[in-house]
Each structure stands twice: as structure tokens, then as C-alpha cells.
């Protein structure tokens, strides 16, 4: 099988799209399928051999992300030349569009995925006034492609209520072997931030962007600073916002940028709890590797994390309009409660370990194969509820 996977985010651009797809990538090659891999050229060396960059710019208001420069034209001849049997488009922006048209235009199977939350982005970037224009464009990008590939029930739910079509259930996974609570790298870590033994160490792990609500959790971190001295912060991630956050949140807080790899698994390993208080996320991947890590997560009900966490038994949920005072004391009785937290933690990571990458993609191959050996795709659900 030959597949174009096409995205505007990618490598080393960190975030749950990415990370995503860089699994995709992975598991096709592995499993013998050909992929040609389009995203941003970010000017520096591309994680995958033969990956096809595109000229991009940053955009004024968040420079970590870039937005692909046309004309297309070197593109589109490269993918003419490498015939794929189908093409994956992750994004709907400028190189989205184009190869959308591409494909109709060649007649190439294409498909969609859906990963940002649009409402939540546009009002946190002032741009609320064109959420209507925005949506409609979304649902005819993506009622164009066969079919559109989402990670939670919860957005499948919230597109079908606004037009879009033949929504398929993508899920997103976890490697459990290197998100483990029991990393070398942990107490070494806990030892290079300044943490005692006895501090309980309280985790974030994501951008640190307007759109992820950073602002509610350093208030709610700041609460539980003021009354619990031996609890401690470890924020891995940065973005926009950082410098403010370092300012307000003191002595107790340890920011370290972004990780990868076994050094990131190590961070999350050196925390006891996981806090995340975005509302923005479809999934939330880092509530996954969380639980892997033997986690329990505060988080609060939106998107797609509500149908991972499970309140009372790998962590707690507070709804969207709770005060961060209700999400500061949620933390305080884990911090005190060490037995309660253990308890969590331990089903956090039985949760998590059924969880594989592997799996997921298996799943997804398999809606490939029946689109590029089919005319018109059939209805696979139970291929994906079993």
C-alpha cells in the first residue's frame, strides 16, 4: 500500500498531532506500507528520511506554529510521481486545500482527520467573529473526503450536530513500555529539581498557550502552594505563555521546556499527580502518557477528556465552570491522601497499558485497505467496535 500523509504540523513541533502522526508513520512503514510524508519545512533536519517540506512562515501570533507558503506545484509533481493509493490529509489549511483538490482532481482515494478544537481556539484568539465562516469551511473540507477520522465520541458527537459525515472513531494510543512509573531517570530528576523524597510532586505536561487554560491552573497551583509548602510543580512544555507563568507561580514550581523520548517518560515518572486543565482537546494525549506513568490526573470535563478519565478510579473531573479553587482543593486531597492516591494511580496505569499505538493503527490500516479495494468505502463499524 502506498499512502501520502499530509500535515501541517509535524516534527519538532511538539503536540498531540504530531506525536500522533509520527506513530501513523511509524506503524506503516513497519507494517511494509510505502509513505510519503508532506509537512512544513521547520529548518531543521526532518525526523523521517525522504520527507517532502514545504516552504512555510510563522504565524505572527504564535510563532511556533507555520503556515505553508504556496504555489504547491513541486508538491503536487512529486506526488503524481510517487502514486500513492491514498492520501491521508491531516489538516485543512493552505497545503490541506491544495492536495484535497488534488486528489479529486486525479481521482486519489483521500480521507481526513480531525484534531483541533476550533470554538475554543478562535476565542482565545480574538477571532470569534469568523467562527461561523470557519465552520462552514470545515464541513465542506471534510464532507468532501471519504471519510474524517476522530479521536473521541465526544467530538464525534459535537461534528454531527454540525453537519459533517461519515465520522469513524480514531481513538488515540500509548507506548506503556516507555511510559512506566518505574523509570531509571525518575528519583535522578527528583534529585536535579531540588524534590525531597516525601515532596508529592504535582505534574503538566502541553504547550503553554492562552488555548490551553494555563491561567486557571497556575491560580489553582498557586492555592495549593500557599497551603501545602511540600507540595511541588513540575511543568514540562513551553509556548507564549511561560515567562508569565514563571513569574506568578514561585519557589515551588520547576519549568524544564519541552522533552522527548525517555527523557520526557522520565519527567512524568518523577511527578505523583498529573493536573490538566485545557479545554480545547479532542483527546489529550498527555492524560494517556500520564496514566501510563502510574498518574492519577485532575483534569476538568471537556472534549475528549472526559471519556478517558474516570472519576473516583484513575482521577478526578470537575466541570468546565468549577473555580480554580474547587481544582486547587480536588489536588489537596491527593497531595494529603496518600493512600487514595496510590490507589488511583495503580488503575490509571491498568487503563492505560490496554491502550497500544499498535492497536489503533491496526485499525486504521484496515479502513485503508477497505477504501483503496472498494469503489464506494462500506460501513465498518463493527470492524472498529471489536
Avoid: C
Avoid at 10 to 22: C, I
Avoid at 116 to 125: G, V
Avoid at 185 to 200: H, K, N, Q, S, T
Amino acid at each position: 500500500m502506498r499512502v501520502t500523509v499530509v500535515t501541517e504540523t509535524y516534527y519538532p513541533q511538539v503536540n498531540g498531532v504530531s506525536r500522533t502522526l509520527g506513530q501513523l508513520v511509524r506503524y506503516l512503514t513497519e507494517a511494509g506500507d510505502e509513505v510519503q510524508l508532506v509537512h512544513p519545512d521547520y529548518g531543521v533536519e526532518p525526523k523521517e528520511q525522504g520527507a517532502l517540506l514545504v516552504r512555510s512562515w510563522p504565524l505572527p501570533f504564535y510563532k511556533e506554529l507555520r503556515l505553508p507558503l504556496p504555489p504547491f506545484g513541486r508538491i503536487h509533481r512529486r506526488i503524481d510521481e510517487f502514486r500513492p493509493d491514498l492520501i491521508h490529509i491531516a489538516t485543512e489549511a493552505t497545503l490541506g486545500l491544495s492536495l484535497l483538490g488534488l486528489a479529486k482532481r486525479r481521482k486519489i482515494p483521500v480521507v481526513s482527520s480531525f484534531h483541533t478544537n476550533f470554538d475554543q481556539y478562535s476565542n482565545h484568539y480574538r477571532v470569534g467573529w469568523a467562527k461561523g465562516t470557519i465552520w462552514r469551511y470545515l464541513r465542506w473540507f471534510h464532507n468532501r473526503t471519504l471519510e474524517t477520522y476522530t479521536p473521541s465520541l465526544t467530538t464525534i458527537v459535537d461534528l454531527e450536530k454540525r453537519g459533517f459525515e461519515r465520522l469513524v472513531l480514531w481513538p488515540r494510543g500509548v507506548d506503556s513500555h516507555l511510559f512506566r512509573p518505574d523509570r531509571p531517570g525518575r528519583a535522578r530528576i527528583r534529585a536535579d529539581l531540588g524534590f525531597e523524597p516525601d515532596d508529592v510532586v504535582i505534574g503538566y505536561v502541553s504547550r503553554m498557550a492562552v488555548e490551553k487554560n494555563v491561567a486557571y491552573l497556575i491560580d489553582a497551583f498557586e492555592r495549593v502552594a500557599a497551603v501545602r509548602p511540600k507540595a511541588r510543580f513540575l511543568l514540562v512544555g513551553d509556548g507564549p505563555a511561560r515567562a508569565d507563568l514563571e513569574s506568578k507561580i514561585g519557589g515551588q514550581a520547576r519549568f524544564v521546556g519541552y522533552r522527548s523520548g525517555d527523557d520526557l517518560a522520565d519527567h512524568y515518572a518523577a511527578a505523583d499527580v498529573f493536573a490538566f486543565s485545557s479545554l480545547t482537546e479532542t483527546f489529550g494525549n498527555v492524560i494517556l502518557e500520564a496514566m501510563a506513568s502510574g498518574l492519577p490526573v485532575v483534569a476538568l470535563r471537556a472534549g475528549g477528556v472526559g471519556n478517558i478519565v474516570q472519576p473516583g478510579v484513575n482521577g478526578f473531573l470537575l466541570d468546565p465552570d468549577q473555580p480554580p479553587e474547587q481544582f486547587a482543593e480536588t489536588l489537596i486531597k491527593l497531595v494529603d491522601d496518600t493512600a487514595l492516591r496510590e490507589r488511583l494511580a495503580q488503575s490509571a496505569r491498568g487503563f492505560a497499558v490496554g491502550k497500544s499505538w499498535d492497536a489503533v493503527m491496526d485499525l486504521l490500516r484496515q479502513r485503508y485497505e477497505k477504501i483503496i479495494s472498494e469503489t464506494t468505502p462500506q460501513d465498518l463499524s463493527p470492524v472498529l467496535a471489536s
